[in-house]
């Protein structure tokens, strides 16, 4: 059954009975949380709201805030969309998000410790050695090496759906270079900017403080012997996707944004060219994937990453954030180990439940895949930003049975799920000038270091800007809202 609300900038709005609204109830009435707000965006009419949503791109635009699309041999720079109307988390659900990801982040650290040293988990049993050796991402070259204070992935993306249960349930772990957080923050500026007022109705944490933390947590796992460390975030360059990140990141600590070119090892120690002559470097937030961050070491053919440092980084000489190797824990095969993981390592029933998950590896699994294709999504575990992903009732006969083909030549890449019902947010579409229902998730950001941890309350709420779309990827067209996290 399908009703419509009652509201001028809610002329559009048809609320769906299958689906958890987060702002209407079952009774279609506003939730408590959201009554304030709903009245205050009732007294813009329609064009007021469309001029408001005008000056918000207009605003976004101007600072740059933008991410690249790559479809086939072609790049296009486009204005990472947003959404005016904020998604509201009220604290008693935030508290267990945020324990729930601060246990997952502290569960993957020890796994990827374990993993590089005595492989205890693999010992028991509990983890296939072969899941392990076959992941792209595992990195032999890190084996026995000890990163300062014992910290592989400072930084953690978790992401989160809320079901139709009205649960949270988590998606994926993201450990080698999770993004979006640069978007949480403008997103926050963009809508004091653009709606100042609703900020008065409410009293919620602060998420401008990332920068500070995210600096601190590099400054704990500096090199033994440093005492003020040198810290710089390095970039592929200004064709990556994530370029207006990496560069409003190091803005905001007050760090160098540097390419590998700027960048040189001499007797195993990094330094930075400057127009003052070289200068050591301590620490180095990397956004460059592992393959690529050292010639010598990994791909020859890398022109991006610095001869030389890994040689550095074994000899303790830098600290690389996030450390590489990583990537071996947030392979969505290790994925469904998840809970074992957790209490093999921490002792402790998992705070935020995993998605039921098929991996194709497993011969039951597989037949199962193949035989609900059409009911399931399917995933390749080494993929990020939504590409590869098969969404089953969404695809043609044709179209199944190719999936079936490519799982069937590769079953070790792909893992499956059931097709989840992601919670639905009132979203702006300029198309009708008012609000629809959009599928949402939430991407949490955490971070860890040497004996202080730090878990943004807030986070980057993704929305799925086509109707009836459950990817809210920005490369796949997706955009994002401002996450309030409310404070009592």
Excluded at 108 to 134: C, R, T
Excluded at 234 to 249: F, K, R, V
Excluded at 252 to 281: A, H, Q, S, W
Excluded at 287 to 309: C, H, K, N, T
Aim: glycine residues 6%; charged residues 25%.
């Amino acid at each position: 059954m399908k009703s419509k609300i009652t509201n001028p900038l809610f002329s559009s709005y048809i609320k769906n009975e299958g689906l958890f609204d987060e702002i209407f109830d079952d009774n279609k009435k506003v939730r408590k949380t959201y009554k304030k707000i709903f009245e205050l965006y009732r007294d813009h009419s329609n064009s007021d709201y469309a001029a408001l949503n005008e000056k918000a791109k207009a605003a976004f635009f101007n600072q740059g805030i933008t991410f690249q699309v790559y479809r086939d041999s072609q790049t296009q720079e486009k204005i990472f969309p947003f959404d005016l109307f904020p998604r509201i988390i009220e604290a008693k659900e935030w508290k267990t998000i945020e324990k729930g990801a601060l246990q997952r982040s502290k569960a993957l650290n020890a796994f990827l410790w374990d993993l590089y040293h005595d492989k205890q988990i693999i010992k028991a049993g509990i983890v296939p050695m072969e899941l392990i050796s076959s992941s792209a991402n595992y990195l032999r070259q890190m084996q026995d090496l000890d990163p300062p204070g014992g910290i592989y992935n400072h930084i953690s993306g978790t992401d989160l759906i809320k079901h139709s249960d009205g649960n949270y349930y988590v998606l994926e772990d993201n450990i080698r270079c999770p993004s979006g957080v640069s978007y949480v923050i403008c997103n926050r500026n963009a809508l004091k900017r653009a709606l100042f007022g609703v900020f008065n109705h409410y009293q919620i944490h602060n998420v401008t403080n990332y920068a500070e933390n995210l600096l601190e947590i590099m400054e704990s796992v500096k090199p033994h012997g440093v005492d003020i460390p040198t810290c710089a975030v390095i970039t592929p360059g200004i064709y990556n996707s994530a370029y207006y990140e990496h560069s409003y990141l190091a803005k905001t600590m007050g760090i160098e944004l540097v390419e590998g070119r700027d960048l040189f090892v001499e007797n195993d120690f990094v330094y930075m060219k400057t127009i003052t002559g070289p200068k050591k470097v301590d620490v180095i937030y990397r956004r460059i994937d592992d393959g690529f961050i050292d010639p010598l070491e990994f791909r020859q053919d890398s022109a991006i990453g610095v001869p030389g440092l890994f040689a550095a980084y074994k000899k303790g000489n830098v600290s690389l954030v996030n450390a590489p190797g990583t990537g071996v824990a947030d392979d969505k095969a290790i994925y469904t180990y998840m809970p074992e993981i957790i209490k093999f390592y921490l002792g402790e029933k998992p705070v935020l439940n995993n998605v039921h998950t098929y991996h194709c590896s497993r011969p039951d699994d597989l037949k199962y895949v193949l035989e609900n294709v059409d009911k399931l999504v399917v995933k390749p575990v080494d993929e990020a930003g939504g590409y590869g992903i098969s969404i089953g009732n969404k695809l043609t006969k044709e179209e199944i049975e190719n999936v079936k083909k490519v799982v069937k030549e590769n079953p070790r890449k792909y893992i499956a799920q059931p097709i989840m019902s992601l919670s639905v947010h009132a979203t702006y579409i300029e198309d009708s000038n008012s609000f629809e229902q959009r599928h949402i998730d939430l991407r949490t950001f955490t971070l860890l270091g040497n004996n202080k941890e730090f878990v943004l309350k807030g986070g980057l709420t993704r929305v799925a800007l086509q109707k009836g779309n459950l990817i809210v990827n920005s490369s796949q067209g997706g955009g994002s809202k401002d996450t309030w996290v409310l404070k009592k």
